[in-house]
């Protein structure tokens, strides 16, 4: 009995500190709000969004966090909301990757099969370093066939630089990539720069078509 009692503290206790060496790239208390505002031009916001952190839970040997996303339209009405999950197993932290179909601006999900492949953070981001590709794919399973893909490539840490917004100034790291989106046959393609910051996550955002040309900024406003 007292070996098992053993073994069950030391289980707890590898648990505790897997869950202690995450590095989290978005809030972990309960409640927290995140809000973000985008623009295509400097001062004029089109629309926002907020995330809200909904469950925690670090009972199976990783930290996971339930994420509420709602997404609200240039007069502050609401127009699409999904719930996603982030989570770290004490080396490397994910974000699933459904967070992405709030800017997909998809009301209808049910009659779509999602797969995908998720973005992943390493405990530590240091410039120079290579992080690996990420992905969505939606799927009508109806007689009507769709399909919608958006396909994250090349991303890499840029440098280490302090992000000022409305919300404040945060440490992050500037991370860049390229998309690839697919709507049947349309195809899109654009270079994305984004900047995190531990225990904050995304604070600013900005994309540019191919030609190089910034067309939306997305940054964090309120942090509560």
């Not at 809000?35 to 995330?51: F, L, N, W």
């Not at 630089?161 to 899109?188: H, L, R």
Request: hydrophobic share 35%; net charge neutral.
């Amino acid at each position: 009995m007292k070996r098992i009692t053993i073994f069950f503290a030391l289980t707890a206790l590898a648990v505790a500190v897997s869950a202690q060496d995450c590095t989290l790239y978005f809030p972990s208390k309960t409640g927290t709000e995140l809000v973000y505002s985008y623009y295509s031009k400097p001062g004029k916001i089109e629309s926002s969004s907020k995330q809200t952190i909904i469950g925690k839970d670090d009972s199976s040997g990783k930290l996971k966090l339930d994420i509420s996303s709602e997404s609200f339209d240039e007069k502050g009405e609401s127009v699409f909301k999904i719930n996603y999950s982030v989570w770290c197993d004490g080396r490397t932290f994910y974000v699933d990757m459904k967070s992405m179909l709030s800017s997909m601006n998809l009301k209808e999900l049910s009659e779509f099969k999602i797969e995908t492949n998720d973005m992943q953070f390493p405990a530590k981001l240091t410039p120079g370093q290579q992080l690996k590709d990420a992905s969505i794919t939606l799927k009508t399973e109806s007689s009507v066939t769709m399909s919608i893909s958006s396909n994250i490539t090349d991303r890499k840490v840029e440098a280490l630089e302090k992000v000022t917004t409305p919300a404040g100034t945060f440490d992050c790291a500037k991370i860049s990539y390229n998309v690839m989106a697919k709507v049947s046959i349309v195809k899109t393609e654009s270079h994305i720069i984004e900047w995190y910051a531990p225990n904050v996550g995304l604070v600013r955002s900005e994309t540019y078509n191919k030609k190089g040309k910034l067309t939306g900024i997305n940054e964090l406003t309120s942090l509560n």
